[in-house]
């Protein structure tokens, strides 16, 4: 499997997942301003989106989408239990999870990427996303983590998309269910791997 990827996005979260499940794997690495790899192909010819994740199988398929990619993953591997029995009532609670995620919050905090989204706008967006996040805090602290007793993809993807709270001055802190959370998941060997391959 290739997994193109570009620093500090979200990709991040299949990479994590790659670890986690101890998968072989390429990176490549793509320049999302210009839309080439590091190889030097135009990555449109990739994934016709022209955005990460892509995840290249064996088989030469592409497949694209965080939520899709991390539960494909998932499922190669059930022994690790990173996602529940496809099928299951809490696989249905991952994917209600997973849709909140890169729904609410992935893309709810996209828009402040856009250094030319006014300053009305900027406050409209913060104020939504802020709206959603402590329906997460709720959760975690009733919980350890976001889906049923254990880790699963869910944890990794929420990790990856709250990383970038901090480029928006949005602290953590406020949210201490969330910030512990955090804190676990950056401790895992597997996400500390990641990290630094992300790069
Ligand atoms: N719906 C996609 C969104 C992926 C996405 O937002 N990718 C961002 C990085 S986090 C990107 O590559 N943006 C570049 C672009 O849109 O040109 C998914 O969930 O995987």
Not at 38 to 62: C, H, M, Q, S, W
Not at 83 to 108: C, D, K, Y
Request: charge should be neutral.
């Amino acid at each position: 499997m290739k997994l193109y990827y570009a620093p500090q996005t979200c990709s991040l979260s299949p990479l994590i997942v790659l670890h986690e499940l101890g998968l072989p794997h390429a990176l490549i690495k793509v320049d999302n301003h210009t839309k080439r790899t590091a190889d030097n192909r135009d990555f449109r010819t990739i994934n016709p989106k022209g955005y990460v994740a892509a995840l290249e199988l064996d088989n030469g398929e592409i497949l694209t989408e965080g939520p899709v990619i991390l539960q494909y993953l998932a499922d190669l591997k059930p022994e690790a239990r990173l996602a529940p029995p496809p099928g299951s009532w809490p696989r249905v609670r991952l994917q209600e999870m997973l849709n909140f995620i890169t729904s609410e919050i992935h893309a709810g905090i996209t828009p402040l990427f856009n250094s030319d989204l006014p300053e009305a706008a900027q406050a409209i967006v913060r104020e939504r996303l802020l709206r959603r996040v402590p329906i997460l805090d709720t959760t975690l602290q009733r919980q350890a983590w976001l889906v049923g007793d254990s880790y699963t993809v869910a944890d990794a993807y929420l990790y990856t998309v709250l990383g970038w709270f901090r480029f928006f001055d949005i602290s953590l802190d406020q949210w201490p269910a969330i910030a512990s959370h955090t804190k676990r998941v950056a401790a895992r060997p597997a996400t500390l791997a990641a990290e630094q391959a992300h790069a």
